[in-house]
């Protein structure tokens, strides 16, 4: 077995240098991914020891932020598990459809693909105009990313098979302008979101929402700031709202349980029954 060249007690010091200097809290993330990624990082910029990177981390704010947008992971794709966004246009845009204004709160979004798909299906579904969606993530360079909304022309080909098969009738391409390596989506998609940043372990609300996504984001965080992300959901969520999560997440077993009803698929959509 090769030993990590930074020993766990030492990812835990730089957590808590992180956390005393720059205000991120990653101490109750999930110890093996996120060991897994801070000593990637170290071997990819080649410190000579665990001092030296230490000091790095505190005296380079720069390299600091470098380190928290390598250890928050970010990978989405759109329409990812198609089945999923076909739920969520079946069963839960009709919903959405009988109130005057919608509210959605797509948390920890990464580079936004998701969140320009479910525009896509607001747009379809001809609720976009009443619509707004704010986008959030820790990491601020990838809210960059995804307020440009603009994507790589080499993903299209499997965005498109993704769109088709979560009953997308459209014509994918019209949602796009190509433009040498990337693909630029429609403006008025991007006039609905406000991409702006959150801290899910260290931020509150900060409004009331008909519909919370947040898929594949606390499988990274332990059981203790899984319930706590959950409550803020709930807290966030107007009765009867609507709560999305990733294909490998569940309320099952955490403090919010009995406060929600699984809709009667396969896909992992809840609905606050309870306040």
Not at 252 to 269: G, H, Y
Request: aromatic letters at 14%; charged letters at 25%.
């Amino acid at each position: 077995m090769i030993r990590n060249p930074v020993s766990e007690p030492e990812v835990a010091l730089l957590l808590n240098d992180v956390l005393e200097k720059y205000g991120y809290d990653f101490t109750d993330y999930a110890h093996a991914s996120i060991n897994r990624r801070v000593n990637h990082l170290f071997l990819a910029d080649r410190f000579p020891s665990f001092a030296e990177f230490r000091y790095r981390i505190i005296s380079d704010a720069d390299y600091a932020l470098r380190f928290v947008e390598e250890i928050t992971v970010n990978v989405t794709e759109m329409f990812r598990d198609p089945g999923f966004y076909n739920a969520l246009r079946t069963q839960v845009l009709p919903v959405l459809a009988t109130y005057p204004f919608i509210r959605i709160w797509h948390a920890g979004c990464s580079t936004g693909e998701e969140v320009y798909s479910f525009a896509i299906l607001l747009q379809e579904a001809n609720l976009l105009h009443k619509s707004v969606i704010y986008a959030t993530d820790i990491n601020t360079r990838v809210l960059e990313k995804g307020r440009k909304g603009m994507f790589p022309i080499s993903q299209m080909q499997q965005y498109s098979r993704n769109y088709m098969e979560a009953g997308g009738k459209e014509d994918f391409s019209s949602y796009y302008t190509a433009n040498y390596d990337y693909a630029k989506f429609r403006e008025n998609l991007g006039e609905k979101i406000i991409f702006s940043p959150h801290n899910l372990v260290t931020d509150g609300s900060f409004n009331e929402f008909q519909l919370i996504i947040c898929r594949n984001v606390m499988i990274y965080f332990n059981k203790t700031l899984q319930d706590k992300v959950l409550n803020l959901f709930c807290d966030s969520l107007e009765q009867l709202g609507f709560l999305a999560l990733g294909s490998k997440e569940t309320l099952n077993f955490t403090s919010v349980t009995d406060k929600f009803k699984q809709l009667e698929n396969r896909e992992k959509i809840w609905r606050k029954m309870h306040r």
